[in-house]
């Protein structure tokens, strides 16, 4: 059985995932730019690793040739994704990855044909995005077949926002809302919509938010209408409805750039040991056919820690010969229950 390649692996979700794979007795080839951070990272593991920005591509595409799959933790990934995604297509290997950002989900549903010719399974959202959250919509569509829309709310609890997250926030500030309208992804405004939802704890207010699943759950459910809704803090609501009047200040590269500059010197790297097990997260889907509804509830571990166990998970399961090739999501690869094989995840219908 050939290892795989974790690249991005000593940011925050990217050494919670090396601590699990080798928890569970895998030997993952460490990868990134940072040759000083990998060798650290390597000797504490006893692990390889290779250095290489992903604009050298003759490492790249050596570093990709020795492995079976390929594990891409480094966002922001519009940024990041093309050339190891390339290089994965063209060298015949899997790809999977922890982004939660739609451009690039869909930028990969073109290269199905490409993968499938291949033989190879391309995988963005392994993580929190979309995992959970797709396996909980393909269950619930599946309950009502005729479904026209669907609906995702989410809320973390205890937890909180690692500098990697941030960053992609902040260079995907400028794409707004985003909904699937009539099988096709729209804009519309940040913070576009509030709705109050009970996940068992009484109301919470939720806030519209351009999540993964508009892209990915459409080609799980065929679900032509979706929209995704977050629990957020008022001040990051506050600053999403603000980015509508002041766009063309805020999403220039030069204050972007500043903006994560002030993220790394000034957040932490995320969520605390302590936090990453005792947080938890719960997401509810609803689907409708305009007479009809059904809906259910995911209750599951603190997102990062979660995004370390399903991306590993998905990353063996490749490994054994477990795949299906070309674009997929999580629960088209695995089904709705993939998800409810991690310790701490329950599932409801409500």
């Not at 797709?134 to 609890?157: F, G, R």
Request: with cysteine.
């Amino acid at each position: 059985m050939k290892t795989f390649l974790i690249y991005g692996s000593y940011g925050y979700t990217g050494k919670l995932i090396v601590e699990q794979a080798v928890k569970l007795g895998l030997k993952p080839i460490l990868a990134g730019r940072d040759e000083a951070a990998l060798r650290k990272q390597a000797n504490e593991f006893n692990l390889e690793y290779r250095a290489f920005g992903l604009n050298d591509l003759a490492k790249l595409n050596a570093a990709v040739c020795e492995v079976g799959a390929v594990l891409h933790c480094a966002g922001p990934f519009s940024l990041t994704y093309e050339n190891i995604v390339s290089a994965c297509v063209a060298n015949k290997k899997h790809y999977v990855d922890i982004s939660g950002e739609i451009e690039e989900y869909e930028a990969v549903v073109k290269l199905d044909e490409e993968a499938r010719n291949a033989n190879i399974m391309l995988m963005p959202g392994g993580g929190f995005d979309v995992a959970p959250s797709d396996c909980l919509a393909l269950y619930t569509a599946k309950k009502l077949p005729s479904a026209q829309k669907l609906e995702l709310s989410i809320a973390t609890i205890g937890s909180g926002v690692s500098r990697g997250t941030a960053r992609s926030a902040i260079e995907n500030m400028n794409r707004q809302g985003r909904i699937r309208l009539d099988g096709k992804i729209v804009n519309v405004p940040n913070a576009w919509r509030t709705k109050y939802v009970d996940f068992g704890r009484g109301a919470k207010a939720l806030t519209s938010v351009g999540w993964g699943d508009v892209s990915t759950a459409f080609y799980s459910t065929k679900i032509p209408n979706i929209e995704t809704y977050m629990a957020l803090p008022k001040s990051a609501v506050n600053m999403m409805k603000l980015t509508r009047y002041l766009g063309s200040i805020v999403y220039t590269r030069p204050i972007k750039n500043f903006l994560k500059w002030v993220i790394g010197n000034t957040l932490p790297p995320g969520p605390s040991k302590a936090r990453n097990q005792t947080g938890f997260c719960f997401v509810i889907a609803e689907v409708t056919d305009g007479k009809q509804a059904a809906r259910a509830k995911l209750k599951t571990p603190e997102a990062y820690y979660l995004t370390s166990l399903t991306a590993v998970e998905i990353m063996k399961r490749i490994l054994q010969g477990d795949f299906k090739a070309g674009f997929q999501t999580p629960s088209l690869a695995y089904g709705e229950d993939f998800i409810l094989g991690f310790e701490g995840v329950t599932r409801e219908d409500l």
